[in-house]
Structures are given as C-alpha cells and as structure tokens.
C-alpha cells in the first residue's frame, strides 16, 4: 500500500474489538504483518478455548499488542479501551444469537458504547464497522440480479425472524446516524459468507440439517463465500485508506462455487452424507407455508422460515466486489481453489476428532 494514501502511521493506536473471534484474530495478524506496531486488541475475558492466551502471545519486532480484557457492554470499559485510539475495528458481535435482545445487547448497545466514548475522546479518525451480507433485503429484486451496495437494506428486519439480522441492520442504523448526527468518520464493510478454519459449518445459504438429513436448499445459487483471510485483508484496507469515509464496501471472493458444487466437494473432501434437494418453488411455499402458520399461531410456532429468509438467502443472486477493487485496490490473495483446500482439511480434522 502506498504511505501516501495511508490514514495513519504504523505507530498510531488501532483498536480491535472481538480480536479474539474467527475474523478478529487474523485482522490481528493482517496489521502485524503490514507492519502496525500499536495494536490494542479487546476481548472479553470469558473468550473460550484459549483465544486470549493466542493473543497474548502473538510477537512481532517492535511491536505493542496489548490484551485489553472486558465487556463492550460497559461504558467504563468502552471509554478506556478508546483513550488515544486513531482507527477502530469492530467486529465484536454476538453471532449465531438466537434471542433478540442478546444479539441487540452485544452488537447494537455495545456499538453505542463504543461510539460515545469515541466521542469523548474525539482523536479517532475512522470507526470500522463490520457488518454482513444479512442486512440487505432481496424481496424487490429480479431473481439472478447483481447484488452490490446500492441494493436496499431489509426495512423490517424485526419480520425476518433472525436475530443476528435484526442487530446487524439496527447496528449500522446506530453507526451512521453517529456519522450524520456527529460528524464521526465511518466505514461500513459488509462480507458475504467467511469461511476458513475455525469456522467449519456449513453455511445455512447451502442447506440445513435436520431429523438426520441434510436438505439442500441452495442448488445453483452462487454462494457468497470470502476467505478468512482475504476478509481481513479487505477489512484492513477499510480502515487504512484515506478518502473513504461514509463509505460501504461488500467483500466476496471470485470464482465462486454453487452450492451444488460446494456440496459435492464438501461431500468428496470430508464425509459423505444424505442430502436431498428441495428445488427453489417448493421452498418458497414451504417457507410460505411455514410464515403463514406462524402468524395464524400467533407464535407458536416461531417464524424461523418466512418469504423474507428465503429472498434473503435461497433466491439466485449474483454478488459484486467491484467496488472493494477499485476504491480500496482490494485483490483476492488467497484463492477460492486454496482457500478450500484449508478449510476442508479443517473440516476433516474436526470430523475425525468428534
Ligand atoms: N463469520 C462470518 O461468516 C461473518 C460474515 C459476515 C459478517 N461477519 C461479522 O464479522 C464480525 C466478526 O465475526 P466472527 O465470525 O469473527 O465472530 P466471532 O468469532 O463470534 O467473534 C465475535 C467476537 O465478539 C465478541 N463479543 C461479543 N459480545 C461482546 C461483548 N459484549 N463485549 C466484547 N466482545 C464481545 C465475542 O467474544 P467471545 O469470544 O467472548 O464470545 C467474539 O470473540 C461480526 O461483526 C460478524 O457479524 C461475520
């Protein structure tokens, strides 16, 4: 990356929350390796399976990574985790949250945690905000359209019955009315599906497992997958790049395979199981269906399955990383090929060690 065009300087202080997560860990190492040497990294102390000991113990020559432990939940550890912070990565989330104001808690209310106390301080230059694919609704959109950041956000992410979607949508709400209302320097980074070792499932755009057989629901829909590792490189250039403010990026590799392709492979590269695929008609109205029960009910049933999903997950779409190229000077440097080489080996060790 030219210097030039650089927003800070490889000393200047970067705040990483969920550092200890499955993309906050390779940040990490993307700015070590880049040469940031003032690294803060937020984890909370409860983080499992030895993630904070891998933080700590992380070298570089000369440089500073300090293990902030706490709880972005309270302001008083949000202000002191700010103190003279030029750049801010968030990536904590509460992810794979079922109840609503869980997913509220840890991803919109500790966002405003975070950005007040940014605000007190007022040294930040630019406040990173990861978000994801699931904030954008595909309900008015002609099937095989281009997906990229000008489509529309879901409007009612209450009525999508995911809770993850719902605090992701409300969480870049809060983020740039900060941006409005503040003045405070803002990127939104929305990835597509990342996969990589230490995230070994199957995303749910593919298919879901249930009473021991897996139904197949995506079929030749492309599945919006980006490496671990390109990710973070794309989240990376977010923050650093000068001139970007206001600014959304969606990240998600190239060549990207099926979900008929991918099942195949997985199948092929890790185990073999049942699978049976459900064609595109048949799981609209049984998502239909399913909603329409749901209601009736009065939520009885919970409305897990509705048309809003299905739009938002099964329908074909194509995906666009146009933008992340030109403005950021983003490239894929891991390939879709190699990516999948690691993560299926992953996957096979995860299969044998159960
Ligand atoms: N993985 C994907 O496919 C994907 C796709 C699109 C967008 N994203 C976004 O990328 C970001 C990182 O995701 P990830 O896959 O790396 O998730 P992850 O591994 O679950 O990491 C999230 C981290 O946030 C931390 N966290 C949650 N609540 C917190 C709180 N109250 N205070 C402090 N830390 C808290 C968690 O801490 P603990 O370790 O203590 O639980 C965890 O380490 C998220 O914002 C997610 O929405 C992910």
Known sequence: MQSD??????????????????????????????????????????????????????????????????????????????KDVAVIFHLAAARGEKSFPDAFMNSVVTTRNLLEASLLHGCLLRFVNVSSFVVYTNMQKPTWRLLDESCPIEKHPAQRGDAYCFAKVKQEEIVTEYGKKFGLPYVIVRPGYVYGPGNEGITGRVGIGTFGVFLHLGGSNRVPF?????????????????????????????NLPSSRQFLRLYKRSVERFRSIYVPHALSYGLCYLWELYSKWSEGQLEPTFNRRIWHSYWKKSRYSNAKIKMRLGWMQKVATQDGFRRYFEACRRRVQSA
């Open 5 to 82: 065009t650089l927003l800070i300087s490889p000393d200047d202080l970067i705040l990483i929350t969920g550092a200890a997560g499955f993309i906050g860990s390779r940040l990490v190492e993307n700015l070590l390796d880049g040469g940031y040497r003032n690294l803060r990294c937020f984890a909370r102390p409860s983080s499992a399976g030895g993630r904070i000991e891998a933080l700590s113990d992380l070298h570089r020559d000369r440089a500073r990574i300090e293990v902030f432990k706490g709880n972005l939940l309270s302001p008083e550890d949000c202000a002191a985790a700010t």
């Open 226 to 254: 980006t490496y671990v590792d390109n990710c973070a490189d794309a989240i990376a250039l977010a923050g650093l790049k000068q001139g970007v403010d206001g600014e959304v990026f969606n990240v998600v590799d190239d």
